[in-house]
């Protein structure tokens, strides 16, 4: 066990867990923010999406170990207070979830993109939201979306 001081959605947060513990496990084990889901566990579904410093990552890939306590850590329930994040509004608008277990992980990858490139292509959206596996096969209404909320932005 190691102590880890963690900045998560602007609150210093503090957990004792194993380095290797993931750090989507710390996420809803230890902070009790369960928002972000547990996908396939190898960072190839998207599910576990957060943003690190900005960036896109999976978190059930992540070691807590590898998380420095200067570094940020920003889960769904931080991306917005009032849950009016222009690509949550678009989510909403172009009615995206079906059984929105994927959407977490979706909006997370969206928001990350539209951070980086607030005008992407059609092109540039397909391939930032390749890794992100929605069962349920909404992806033009995710395409349609990310393109809404990119005029928000």
């Not at 570094?71 to 608008?93: F, R, Y």
């Amino acid at each position: 066990m190691a102590t880890f001081n963690l900045k998560v959605n602007g609150k210093q947060r503090q957990v004792d867990v194993d380095p290797d513990t993931p750090v989507l496990w710390v996420l809803r084990d230890h902070l009790d923010l369960v928002g972000t889901k547990y996908g396939c566990g190898i960072a190839v579904c998207g599910a576990c999406t957060i943003h690190v410093n900005g960036n896109a990552v999976r978190s059930c890939s992540l070691p807590i170990g590898a998380v420095a306590d200067d570094m940020e850590i920003i889960t769904i329930e931080g991306l917005s207070e009032n849950g009016d994040h222009p690509v949550q509004k678009a989510w909403l608008e172009h009615d995206v979830p079906q059984c929105g277990y994927c959407q977490a992980g979706q909006i997370m990858s969206a928001a990350s993109l539209l951070a980086q490139n607030a005008n992407p292509t059609d092109e540039e959206i397909r391939k930032s939201m390749n890794g992100n596996i929605c069962r349920c096969g909404t992806y033009v209404r995710i395409n349609r979306a990310i393109r809404s909320a990119s005029k928000e932005m």
